[in-house]
């Protein structure tokens, strides 16, 4: 007989982020009631709880950036990122996302994922660039629009490690796709996988970059 | 070799400067609230290992009571204004780029050094983590040109990267819980709970259904997850090869690489997986904590859609 129970932990997640709770409050809370719905003791949970925060601790390594990016911020990184583009010919916040875009997808599909990435290079670079350049098309624009072509530098660079990352053989997700079949007696080699990650890419940056290019036209449309 | 404790050593150094740089910040009304999130996140680096179970699940209670009672605040003593800053921008030009581009660079040198030449025979760097410890390498690398060049206060990178660190706030350690709620959720039995359902759900002889279930229950449980590393051997053992692989006979290579860039879709579209969708929103101080997944949302949809048809025409031509 499956228990069903722990599926209200999920159900809790959703209701907390819509009812925008503090998101560590809803995850700690939901976590707290899962595993008590799925037979687990309080003391057990707290250890899983701790263990998983612990074992993945790498995760926060990135912040590591963040003083020389803040440095940097402090001796204008910013505002050379947007006299660059600004001086720029012919550069709009579209064709510039665009070019993030397949720059972000060539270097993961060559494993260099860290190339790139929110805090070292969205942050500082692309989403001031593509901030001005979408002012100098279409002169002030307000901050709620201003948030959406940052959004859109943050999504780029997301949409671009994803659907290039699997291209290169030796990255995570791959092995873990290999190592999964193998359990079933499935036997693939990492190429045999990557390839098939190629037509996935070409797609996302079609879509994507069709998406980044309709952004100047609605960027037009709102400032007049 | 190098491993990722040394990492954590910095890391925990980090964190423990910005404690004390928070302590000292008369200009933040919560300043003690920003003193114990920060000291507990570099205790959590240092002392991770030794606390145990128990005492890191502790931890967590204590950051997420810290969180919970909105006792994180920002501090507002000005770094440089605008103005100075469009100054120094003009006056340095565009030298200014080059510190900034240490860190992707000495990625990329470093990586391909390490793959290419003899160097990852040498026990030097864990392989398992070159990527992360060339990020610290070139951390330092970048710090040593602008202390050299820019000459700034002893003091500046604590107090700059404190200043970003305080914007992001209590989503900092928002990946790593919900990493942890990814481990309470498989010792709970969620994984194999949903499996269950999608395979119970599974219609007979439509070929397109089955891929159609297959790839939106790995957008749906990596939605839950926040990953889809936790999705995939999930939906693989409940669809993907009892289903797709041997009942229809679909190209296994197919099943596997596409289905896990289906699952790819639905991180796209979830607050769960908070270090590319949460964090970054605060990083950018966007007004809607939800802005990037709003953003990335019209791409998802129709990259799903392209990822069903390759899944169908690629596996079973």
């Not at chain 1, 709770?21 to 009631?33: G, H, M, T, W, Y």
């Amino acid at each position: 007989m499956i228990n069903y129970w722990p599926l209200l932990g999920i159900a809790l997640v959703v209701l907390g982020f819509a009812l925008r709770f503090n998101p560590l409050l809803v995850v700690a809370v939901s976590a707290i009631a899962t595993g008590l719905l799925g037979g687990m003791d309080f003391l057990k949970i707290l250890g899983v709880l701790g263990k998983g925060f612990n074992d993945n601790r790498y995760v926060s390594i990135i912040y590591l950036v963040l003083p020389v990016i803040g440095l940097l911020e402090r001796y204008g990184l910013q505002q050379r990122a947007r006299t660059m583009i600004v001086r720029m010919r012919g550069a709009t916040t579209g064709r510039l996302l665009v070019g993030y875009l397949a720059f972000r997808q060539v270097m993961a599909a060559l494993g260099l994922i860290a190339v790139g990435g929110h805090a070292q290079m969205v942050r500082p670079l692309v989403a001031p660039m593509a901030e001005a350049a979408a002012e100098k098309a279409h002169g002030k624009l307000d901050e709620a629009t201003l948030d959406r072509v940052k959004a859109m530098a943050a999504a780029t660079d997301n949409v671009g490690v994803f659907f290039g990352e699997d291209i290169f053989i030796a990255i995570a997700s791959i092995l873990l796709i290999q190592g999964s079949l193998a359990g079933f007696g499935i036997q693939l080699t990492p190429f045999q996988l990557s390839v098939w990650a190629i037509p996935s890419a070409i797609c996302a940056f079609i879509i994507h970059g069709t998406r980044a290019l309709l952004l100047d036209r609605q960027l037009g449309r709102r400032a007049k | 070799m190098i491993n990722l404790h040394w990492l954590y050593v910095l890391a925990g150094a980090m964190f423990a400067a910005f404690a004390l740089g928070s302590a000292r910040d008369s200009s933040n009304p919560r300043r003690w609230g920003n003193t114990a999130f920060w000291g507990l996140v570099a205790v959590s680096f240092w002392f991770g290992d030794l606390l145990g179970d128990i005492g890191n699940g502790i931890l967590v209670l204590l950051l997420v009571g810290i969180a919970g009672a909105h006792l994180l605040g920002k501090g507002s003593r000005p770094s440089t204004t605008v103005e100075e800053r469009e100054r120094l921008s003009d006056r340095l030009g565009n030298k200014l780029f080059l510190p900034a581009l240490i860190i992707p660079f000495t990625a990329f040198v470093g990586t391909l050094a390490f793959n290419y030449t003899p160097l990852k025979n040498t026990g030097l760097i864990d392989p398992k983590s070159v990527t992360l410890v060339l990020l610290g390498v070139g951390v330092i690398l970048a710090l040593i040109v602008c202390y050299a060049w820019l000459r700034p206060p002893v003091a500046a990178p604590v107090e700059e990267g404190r200043r970003l660190i305080d914007s992001i706030g209590w989503a900092v350690v928002l990946p790593q819980m919900l990493a942890s709620l990814g481990a309470v959720f498989a010792a709970a039995g969620v994984g194999t709970t949903i499996g269950a359902m999608a395979g119970a759900i599974i219609p007979s002889g439509s070929v397109f259904l089955a891929v159609l279930l297959y790839a939106l229950g790995m957008v749906v449980f990596t939605m839950i997850m926040g990953n889809a590393f936790a999705a995939f051997p999930v939906m693989a053992a409940a669809i993907g090869v009892p289903i797709l692989i041997h009942q229809d006979g679909g190209n296994p290579a197919v099943i596997g690489a596409v289905g896990m860039l289906s699952g790819f879709c639905g991180t796209l579209m979830t607050p769960m997986a908070a270090n590319f969708n949460i964090v970054p929103a605060a990083l950018l101080e966007l007004k809607n904590q939800y802005g990037v997944i709003k953003a990335q949302v019209p791409t998802a949809i129709p990259l799903l859609i392209a990822n069903i048809l390759i899944l169908y025409f690629g596996a079973f031509r």
